[in-house]
């Protein structure tokens, strides 16, 4: 019998799990992924459909693209309930040009037998960037994450 990870069956452990997909080494994000999803993992958000590789080669590209531990993502609301959870959270991005942003997450997900994601489904609100005084700045502007989608504006 294999053991079960417990990473998601606390408000406390689930944020430390979330905030590591993206402050990692990128030479080492197929490993620290494969430690909290499922082979089957699959993650739908926006106009995001990605399985277990698509989503290590996303995390990648992250972790490549945006400055050391530039995101910070703080769960307000934790449920659940058997298999599934559910989150809400607030997150800030440090982009490379030193402009932070903000969002707000809705995070639906199901966990496999072994404690790790099966899936994850996310509806993000993206706040815009912080201005001089503190306060949040609505623009139209999406960091594109997806190499495809950058390439394409090209």
């Given amino acids: 019998m294999s053991s079960r990870t417990a990473f998601s069956d606390q408000?406390?452990?689930?944020q430390v799990a979330l905030n590591s997909l993206f402050n990692g080494k990128p030479d080492e994000t197929e490993t620290d992924l494969a430690r909290?999803?499922?082979p089957t993992f699959r993650l739908t958000a926006e106009k995001e459909d990605l399985d277990f590789p698509g989503f290590v080669k996303h995390?990648?590209?992250?972790?490549?693209?945006?400055?050391?531990?530039s995101v910070s993502l703080?769960?307000?609301?934790?449920?659940?309930?058997?298999?599934?959870?559910?989150?809400?959270?607030s997150s800030t991005?440090?982009?490379?040009d030193g402009q932070v942003r903000g969002a707000e997450t809705f995070l639906f997900a199901e966990?496999?037998?072994?404690?790790r994601l099966l899936w994850v489904r996310e509806h993000v609100m993206r706040f815009g960037y912080?201005?001089?005084?503190?306060?949040?700045?609505?623009?139209?502007?999406?960091?594109?994450?997806?190499?495809e989608e950058k390439a394409k504006e090209k």
């Fill in 93 to 96: 991005t440090v982009m490379p």
């Fill in 36 to 38: 909290i999803c499922h």
């Fill in 74 to 89: 703080t769960i307000t609301q934790f449920l659940v309930d058997g298999n599934q959870r559910a989150d809400r959270h």
């Fill in 111 to 115: 966990i496999a037998d072994d404690g």
């Fill in 11 to 14: 408000k406390e452990t689930f």
């Fill in 130 to 147: 912080r201005g001089p005084d503190g306060n949040w700045v609505k623009d139209d502007k999406v960091f594109k994450t997806n190499p």
């Fill in 59 to 69: 995390i990648r590209w992250l972790r490549e693209n945006l400055p050391v531990n």
